[in-house]
């Protein structure tokens, strides 16, 4: 019989042995058996370089196929495998290793939608303004707590009514009057201090002070009013006690104000001289003192000489011709009073 004549259906199941099909030599190693397009079958190397997905029928490569390290490939190793030796798409994120991958190696651009940035991968101090969109509406509970940046101001709307307190105002802070609500209702206002007042003052009781001032003219005296603002009162522009019979041209003076001196101009005639000038010489000049010395005679007062910055006064004798009987007294006072 021919052996050529013997057909597959004339061969039994698993009936030829591996020594009688043609099988690799060693100069065939690695090497796979190929059909021929019916010619006789020859060995073939495997050329990976050229190897992508669309040459594979899916899953027709099971992973137990795959050594622990892969062969080289295209005369190379995948350690130099390169972007333009792979097919796009053609290796499944399932094929990725451990490894981590450098930022190097990552495309710049924006990141997928589901990536997550966590705050250790935010550089302090890189997020602006403009990173922050104007819908954000940050809540509160996001702020940190404590002492803002010097750059940032605060408007009185953010401020809560009534929350300011006395030690959050500096001690040199120098408010302005105009800054201040000068109507404090019932409150009490009390100072150690002086207290400037450039227009009227109503209501004013204290307790320590012994000097009121006034910024006005010092020849003008200061008036006293009601609350209807009528004048009930005024403050005398000069006054003075003084010794007529003491000795020397200059008289002893008791007590005084706006006075400096008392000069003798003859028996009992006297020259009181002012500190400061007054305004005018239609002032009024009032005399009074102890006129039953040196006798027992009934006594009276003169003046008789007005300048702005003196009034001359006299003790007379009330029973004797005018001028002729002055005598010198031991009390005097003269009162000086005027509307500038």
């Known amino acids: 019989m021919s052996l050529t004549q013997i057909t597959q259906s004339g061969i039994g199941d698993q ?7 043609l099988h690799g030599t060693p100069s065939t190693n690695g090497k796979f058996l190929r059909a021929n397009n019916g010619a006789d079958p020859t060995f073939e190397t495997v050329d990976l370089t050229s190897l992508s997905a669309s040459n594979l029928t899916s899953g027709t490569i099971p992973n137990a196929r795959f050594p622990a390290t892969l062969p080289a490939i295209g005369g190379g190793s995948l350690t130099g495998l390169n972007a333009s030796e792979l097919t796009s798409g053609t290796i499944p994120s399932g094929r990725f290793g451990t490894d981590t991958i450098t930022t190097t190696a990552i495309a710049s651009g924006a990141l997928p939608t589901d990536v997550t940035v966590a705050s250790a991968n935010i550089v302090n101090g890189t997020i602006v303004d403009a990173d922050i969109s104007g819908s954000a509406a940050i809540a509160q509970s996001k ?32 408010i302005a009057g105009t800054k201040i609500n000068a109507n404090f209702g019932s409150q009490n206002i009390s ?64 007590d005084s104000f706006n006075v400096t001196s008392v000069t003798d101009q003859a028996v009992g005639y006297y020259q009181v001289n002012f500190d400061r000038a007054m305004a005018d010489s239609d002032y009024s000049a009032l005399v009074t003192g ?17 300048t702005t910055q003196l009034v001359r006064v006299s003790s007379e004798d009330n029973n004797a011709q005018y001028g002729q009987s002055r005598a010198d007294v031991q009390i005097l006072c003269v009162c000086i009073l005027g509307n500038t």
């Open 15 to 21: 009936a030829v042995s591996l020594d009688k099909l």
């Open 290 to 306: 102890d006129l039953r010395s040196p006798n027992t005679r009934s006594s009276g007062t003169d003046c008789n000489f007005y």
């Open 143 to 174: 702020i940190a707590t404590g002492n803002l940046p010097s750059g940032i101001t605060v408007n009185s709307s953010n401020i809560v009514n009534g929350s300011i307190v006395d030690a959050d105002v500096n001690a040199s802070a120098a």
């Open 191 to 254: 100072t150690t201090g002086n207290l400037s007042v450039g227009g009227t003052i109503t209501g004013v009781t204290t307790n320590t002070a012994t000097n009121i001032q006034t910024n006005a003219n010092n020849n003008v005296a200061p008036v006293f009013k009601n609350s209807s603002g009528v004048e009930i009162a005024r403050l005398v522009k000069a006054y003075v006690n003084f010794n007529g019979q003491s000795s020397g041209t200059n008289k002893t003076i008791r």
